[in-house]
């Protein structure tokens, strides 16, 4: 993946080389969007606030797919699967065993990187195509796992969960929930950006280059896929039990195929391999499906909305808007938003002389 | 014990097996020809199904009629999903593919729900007798007309590949591309024959079970279980795909007579194929009769 560093702009010394933020001006950019979504409750109302933390705890989830499928070159279509034992295991554990929710979440990350690891074991010998059908059929094993398993999910009534909760300060509304996301999001994207600089992150990307000549470097092959199954479950539990948390009741039917693919497609329209693009693709995702019930509303009422039935399929729509959106993105901006914004980057940087 | 059910279940294993294994060979053409994972396939059969449903329905065609023009709809429609969609994407890693065909899925799966809703619409009966008696079974005549058709299509199967020049072409392209080029097939043109083929095969299918069990969502899942049926026939073998579909219908029912019978734990009859389908892959990671990959640098 290309860097895009202008030329003339060499780095001189590992340190320069090995930062997350390379620029003053990116340093900046990062204190002021974290001050700008700190002050959001102040202006924005309870909807708006709802679909920020949407777009955090979906951030969560793809930036751990992304590790596996951007990072690593493996597939995986069953994430929403891993999403939902989060949502579950945390909701449970705070249920059967009185652990403070706090404690709950990232308890729940580990048992989903465990039940990954599971999982992992036969990704460890699968590639490309062989896994992607794998994960699938994990993701209808757990799916099924879920319907079936009263004591832990609740079945059909879905479980109800507590809110946040930590030293007494109660984080049960859209306004104080948000911190609790901002945190994670915080140390989830810190904790990816530093895992990528290590020997391991290096090895991960070595396995997806090509992975022949990753092995006879000395990297263990099995063991940095299995790993990086666990890793990506392991964001997906955190993210699932944050979910869990915001909406305060988990339902058996919620985490199907479609949502698993929902993943996929932030990874995809953020752009492979890259940090910051798996908060782009869902950040995408989740206000996709808000424009197509913009538009919807626009056209309320008119002649287009009577003959197509626009408002009464809506759901419809937004599920086709989420396919055409993964095509769209493949046939004409294969690396993603991450990839444009870079480009617009350089652009601004190198006006008017672009080479 | 309940030998009668057995044996129908078994029966009923066998003709939704030879469908899934019609599917599964649809599946295994477009990934022989063109190595694409086609997770579309299920929708080819809902798509074709809608289709012919809504000429028999809305224009009152002769079932004949509007069965043909169907598969004519369905061949135009693979070629030019594959010509639209999968030619840009020639070169690209898996994973792109993959999701390229998934995206499709969800897509034409929307669609057809927003055009034709969520219900299930039966079909105008076709035959005049409902059930016939085989062997002392009482079997749906539709059940038997599935299965007789589902042979049919394997025959055409063998005989395009073994003696007809188009298929052949393809099998050479499956070979080895470049030689086949050399050879002067035109390697665009068989890609987009797989695709018509598979949708037009597939459709078939969908329509014989919209026939059997009304026309809705649920024909999608046909797609899905294809997986379980090509990991077991092996990705490459069109005969492994036929075996592969008709092992997974058996399993399912028999699954199902287990559960009703003794373990009591619902819903085996969707899952067992996917719990057969982890334990293969743990054990022979390039399925049962599939061919071994063997990597030099």
């Known amino acids: ?355 | 014990m309940d030998s009668a059910l057995l044996l129908q279940l078994t029966l009923n294993g066998l003709i939704v097996g030879a469908l899934y294994g019609v599917v599964a060979m649809s599946f295994v053409l477009i990934y022989k020809a063109s190595q694409v994972v086609n997770f579309a396939q299920g929708e080819f059969l809902l798509v074709g199904a809608w289709v012919c449903w809504w000429l028999l329905t809305d224009w009152q065609l002769p079932f004949w009629l509007g069965f043909l023009v169907t598969l004519a709809f369905m061949t135009a429609f693979g070629m030019i999903l594959q010509v639209v969609v999968l030619r840009p994407l020639i070169g690209e890693p898996v994973i792109s593919v993959i999701m390229a065909t998934i995206g499709l899925g969800i897509f034409f799966q929307a669609l057809m729900k927003w055009i034709f809703g969520v219900f299930a619409k039966p079909f105008p009966p076709i035959f005049h007798a409902e059930q016939v008696s085989v062997l002392g079974l009482q079997v749906q005549s539709v059940y038997l007309l599935s299965l007789g058709i589902s042979l049919l299509i394997m025959l055409g199967f063998a005989w395009f590949f073994t003696l007809s020049k188009h298929g052949l072409a393809m099998r050479a392209t499956a070979f080895d591309q470049q030689v086949a080029q050399s050879l002067g097939i035109s390697v665009p043109r068989v890609f987009a024959m797989s695709w018509a083929i598979s949708a037009m095969v597939s459709a078939l299918a969908g329509v014989v079970v919209g026939v059997v069990n009304g026309v809705s969502s649920a024909l999608s899942f046909y797609g899905i279980k294809v997986f379980p049926a090509v990991i077991l026939g092996g990705l490459d073998s069109v005969v492994g795909a036929v075996l592969g579909g008709l092992i997974v219908g058996l399993l399912e029912n028999w699954a199902q007579y287990l559960d009703a019978n003794w373990l009591n734990w619902g819903n085996m009859y969707g899952v067992a194929p996917f719990y057969a389908l982890i334990l293969i892959l743990l054990i022979k990671p390039y399925g049962l009769f599939g061919t071994k990959n063997i990597e030099r640098v």
């Open chain 1, 1 to 355: 993946m290309a860097t895009l560093t202008p030329a003339g702009d060499f780095r001189t010394s590992y340190r320069a080389d090995m930062t997350i933020f390379p620029t003053r001006g990116s340093r900046l950019a990062l204190w002021l969007g974290l001050a700008l979504v700190a002050a959001a409750p102040l202006a924005l109302g309870r909807y708006e606030l709802g679909l920020l933390i949407n777009i955090g705890i979906m951030g969560i989830a793809a930036l751990g797919l992304n590790i596996l499928v951007g990072f690593t070159g493996q597939i995986s279509i069953g994430h929403a699967a891993f999403f939902g034992f989060g949502a579950f295991a945390s909701a449970y554990a705070h249920e059967a065993w009185h652990i403070p929710v706090a404690l709950c979440i990232p308890l729940a990350g580990i048992a989903t990187a465990l039940i990954g690891l599971v999982f992992g074991a036969p990704a460890a010998r699968l590639k490309g195509l062989y896994l992607a059908i794998a994960t699938l059929a994990a993701q209808f094993i757990l799916e099924d796992f879920f319907a079936r398993a009263q004591w832990f999910t609740g079945g059909v009534a879905g479980r109800i969960t507590e809110p946040f909760a930590l030293f007494g300060w109660v984080a049960d509304r859209e306004e104080s929930f948000l911190y609790v996301v901002l945190a994670w999001i915080i140390l989830m994207y810190l904790g990816a950006a530093n895992l990528l600089r290590t020997r391991d992150g290096r090895a991960l990307i070595a396995v997806r280059d090509h992975y022949l000549s990753a092995e006879m470097m000395g990297i263990n092959l099995a063991y940095y896929r299995t790993l990086s199954f666990g890793i990506a479950s392991f964001y997906a539990g955190i993210a699932g039990a944050l979910y869990a948390h915001y909406l305060l009741f988990v339902s058996v039917e919620a985490f199907n195929i479609l949502f698993s693919i929902q993943f996929l497609g932030m990874v995809i329209i953020g752009g492979l391999g890259s940090v910051m693009g798996s908060l782009m693709g869902a950040a995408f995702m989740v206000l996709l499906p808000e424009v197509v019930q913009a538009g919807a509303d626009a056209l309320a009422g008119g002649a287009i909305d009577r003959a197509l039935k626009l408002g009464a399929s809506i759901s419809f729509l937004r599920e086709m808007a989420v396919g055409a959106a993964i095509i769209l993105f493949l046939i004409f901006e294969p690396d993603g938003l991450a990839h444009r914004w870079r480009l617009i980057k350089a652009y601004w940087k190198l006006y008017p002389f672009s080479h």
